[in-house]
Every structure is written in structure tokens, then in C-alpha cells.
Nanobody
Framework: QVQVVESGGGLVQEGGSLRLSCTAS????????MGWFRQAPGKEREALSC????????YYADSVKGRFTISRDNAKNTLYLQMHSLRPEDTAMYYC??????????????????WGQGTQVTVSS
């Protein structure tokens, strides 16, 4: 059984930083592209960043480019999202997802197979 679990969310002041983690079990982590997504109340889910299976290719949405960094440690079955210069508009539930596809497809709207339950990020002004 595949399990995807996010952690690291919390309350942070504007301009602060957080690092999210996502661990996946029950699958061959190194075979899967991974992505970070978020959804704020009343808004559609937004793809933030995706990374290919070996970590050498990444994609970032314009809204987070230059502020967020995605990375992965395949030996630890863990995906990360380092977030800097956080803004109130970054407040949302953050999710990670896994699937075997290109990062372009993953971050541009494809239906994804495995999702975590999310971790809340709240940025206060």
C-alpha cells in the first residue's frame, strides 16, 4: 500500500522560511516523478514545482520561481520544498504527489496517482 505523508508546515511571518518534507512508502521512490502543489480556500489547486525521478530536472511555477527550491533524497524516499521569502498569499494547504510521468505533464494538469493528505502553511503579515 502506497503512503505519501507531508510534514513541516506551520505558521510563519511574512518574509520567513519553511522546509516541507514528503515521504513516500510502498513504491519504488526513485522511479517516480514528484511534485508539490497547494490549494487555498476557494481557489483551485496550483502546481508549484515538480522534479524528475533522478532529481536532475525541475519545473517551477512563476509564482514561486526564485523563492522555492524542490529537491529529493532517493536514499531516504523523501521529497523537500525549501521555501523562502514567504508571503501571505502563500497561505494554503500544501500537498505532494507521485506518479510515473514527465514533470511537464505532472505540473501542467495531469491526473496524478498518489497524493498525501497535506500540510498547512500559514503566512502572517
Amino acid at each position: 500500500q502506497v503512503q505519501v505523508v507531508e510534514s513541516g508546515g506551520g505558521l510563519v511571518q511574512e518574509g520567513g522560511s519553511l522546509r516541507l518534507s514528503c515521504t513516500a512508502s510502498g513504491l519504488r521512490f526513485g522511479d517516480y516523478a514528484m511534485g508539490w502543489f497547494r490549494q487555498a480556500p476557494g481557489k483551485e489547486r496550483e502546481a508549484l514545482s515538480c522534479i524528475n525521478s533522478n532529481g536532475l530536472s525541475t519545473y517551477y511555477a512563476d509564482s514561486v520561481k526564485g523563492r522555492f527550491t524542490i529537491s529529493r533524497d532517493n536514499a531516504k524516499n523523501t521529497l523537500y520544498l525549501q521555501m523562502h521569502s514567504l508571503r501571505p498569499e502563500d497561505t494554503a494547504m500544501y500537498y505532494c504527489a507521485a506518479d510515473r510521468m514527465s514533470i511537464t505533464h505532472m505540473c501542467l494538469g495531469a491526473a496524478l496517482r498518489y497524493w498525501g493528505q497535506g500540510t498547512q502553511v500559514t503566512v502572517s503579515s
